[in-house]
């Protein structure tokens, strides 16, 4: 509890000085003319929406009536102002005297707000994390809901076999893998992702189908690190040492030397390499 109090004090000073401080610097005497920023501004909507014509994203109905909005918007927004007003240079609540009153007003309102509406059981970490689960539970049993309504959603049915299976619901990841075929057939994550699921379904065992989808990933993307290192990992189970270090000779080039990742990579290679050894000498013998 103290370290939040200590933590949310701090971060009271930082809002304080990001709010007051812009009161206390002199006004600018020049500046880009709001006019001329609305119109840039519109003038990047109305591109952006010419793009998602282009790419099929609205229909020319939407896009037609979005254009006409924006550019009614332009005229308002560009309009000369009638009356400009000139800004007083002296008042009673000055830019240093509301400076003070804001230093003073945010951090009692911070701490009143707090006290009448605070959830202390909010800082407990165990209840934050369950009450984050549950929440991560209802919205993939709502997606989960959407798509048996609407099945034909391959790109769904992805997110929602990776949400099971992070989530160790691995049966329903697997179900839900095989109704998003298209989705993933060019999807080196996805596919690798697929392939881990049917491995851990199959004791860690990464021949047949598991291997299929590695080589498919490594098809779409010959550097995917994930693929090239479970790809020395089926090779390495069916004894095919030099196959494996040769899966991982590359993917260690391709990681940041001295990193974890490296570090383990470097480990597995020198094991198939001595495994490749052992298996030739023991060949050699009579």
């Keep these: 509890m103290s370290l939040f109090i ?9 809002i304080v000085v990001w709010v007051v401080w812009p009161l206390l610097r002199p006004a600018p005497q020049d500046g880009v003319s709001s006019q001329r920023l609305n119109a840039a501004i519109y003038r990047d909507q109305l591109e952006a929406l010419d793009r998602d014509l282009a790419s099929g994203a ?20 560009t309009a000369e102002p009638t009356a400009p007003a000139a800004a007083p240079s002296t008042t009673f609540w000055s830019a240093r005297r509301t400076s003070a009153l804001l230093a003073l007003v945010l951090p009692l309102g911070a701490a009143g707000m707090y006290y009448w509406l605070g959830n202390p059981a909010a800082l407990n970490p165990a209840a934050a994390q369950a009450a984050a689960n549950d929440q991560v539970i209802k919205m993939v049993d709502s997606l989960a809901a959407k798509l048996k309504d609407n099945p034909d959603n391959p790109k769904g049915w992805a ?37 881990e699921l049917l491995a851990l379904r199959a004791g860690n065992r990464m021949e047949g189908r598991p291997q299929e989808l590695i080589q498919r ?69 009579p």
């Design 58 to 77: 609205i229909s020319p109905s939407d896009h037609e009536t979005t254009r006409d909005e924006l550019q009614l918007r332009l005229l308002d927004d």
């Design 6 to 14: 200590a933590l949310a004090a701090v971060l009271t000073v930082l």
């Design 217 to 285: 990933a490594l098809k779409v993307d010959p550097e995917h690190p994930s693929a090239l290192m479970m790809s020395g990992v089926a090779a390495y189970q069916q004894a095919d040492f030099d196959g494996a270090a040769k899966e991982w000779e590359k993917l260690l080039s391709l990681l940041e030397p001295g990193s974890e990742d490296a570090k383990m990579t470097q480990e597995n290679l020198d094991d198939a390499r001595l495994q490749s050894s052992l298996a030739k000498k023991q060949k050699a013998r």
């Design 159 to 195: 997110m929602l076999a990776r949400s099971y299976k992070v989530m160790g619901r691995l049966d329903e990841a697997e179900q839900a893998y095989g109704k998003a075929s298209e989705a993933i057939s060019n999807h080196p994550d996805l596919l690798v992702d697929y392939a």
